[in-house]
């Protein structure tokens, strides 16, 4: 069935890079616009970032531009999150979704969580 | 950009109708039918409820409705149901490929 597991959470200490992946299966992998969406504790979503079916085009939230770096393998079906430069903020859990169409984030993982702490 | 404005909570008995708002700008909501709603039960993946303002993804039930006026859209949940009871929150395309989406501050959605 249609599936994203993403991968990759832990706690790491500011300053610090994690790389984040989102393993996606039972669909065209190729054909969907994939994002990278973020929910603080206690807090609602945020979108973080988003990544054309061919990786032609990336766009960030500006608190994470020129930190985070968004990337997908299509041969490998593997959606990723580069993250430098981490900071407390940036502790969250991150969801991987699948784009169908303008807004329409029909499909999601269940989320890795990423906690920024010394 | 700053995030969609709703009720932080709605609360209604079983077999009741609750709507929940979500309040935008003339930059996003109010000029795109592109938002979208989803239930978020507290440790499961979100899950998209209604996308296009109104449009049902296959398997959600037709008690999910969706309307826009204006900047403000509104997702109304009839006949609720104990299962019903979850965080919602909206999205909305927000009219930049640089910026695309900005999601709602969430609601609590009690079933009482």
């Known amino acids: 069935q249609v599936q994203l597991v993403e991968s990759g959470g832990g706690v790491v200490q500011p300053g610090r890079s994690l790389r984040l992946s989102c393993a996606a299966s039972?669909?065209?992998?190729?054909?969907?616009?994939m994002n990278w969406v973020r929910q603080a504790p206690g807090k609602g979503l945020e979108w973080v970032a988003v990544?054309?079916?061919?990786?032609?085009?990336?766009y960030y939230v500006d608190s994470v531009k020129g930190r985070f770096t968004i990337s997908r393998d299509n041969s490998k079906t593997t959606l990723y999150l580069q993250m430098n430069s981490l900071r407390a903020e940036d502790t969250a859990v991150y969801y991987c979704?699948?784009?169908?169409?303008?807004?329409?984030?029909?499909?999601w993982g269940q989320g890795t969580t990423v906690t920024v702490s010394s | 950009q700053s995030a969609l404005t709703q009720p932080a909570s709605v609360s209604g008995s079983p077999g009741q109708s609750i709507t929940i708002s979500c309040t935008g700008t003339?930059?996003?909501?109010?000029?795109?039918?592109?938002v979208s709603w989803y239930q978020h039960h507290p440790g499961k993946a979100p899950k998209l409820m209604l996308y296009?303002?109104?449009q049902r993804p296959s398997g959600i039930s037709n008690r999910f409705s969706g309307s826009k006026s204006g900047n403000t859209a509104s997702l109304t949940i009839s006949g609720l149901q104990a299962e019903d009871e979850a965080d919602y929150y909206c999205?909305?395309?927000?009219?930049?490929?640089?910026?695309?989406?900005?999601f709602g501050t969430g609601t609590k959605v009690t079933v009482l």
């Open positions: 979704t699948r784009e169908r169409s303008v807004g329409n984030h029909d499909v």
């Open positions: 296009e303002v109104s």
């Open positions: 039972g669909f065209t992998f190729s054909g969907y616009a």
């Open positions: 003339s930059s996003d909501v109010g000029s795109y039918n592109l």
């Open positions: 999205c909305s395309y927000a009219g930049s490929y640089t910026f695309p989406y900005v």
């Open positions: 990544i054309w079916y061919d990786g032609s085009n990336e």
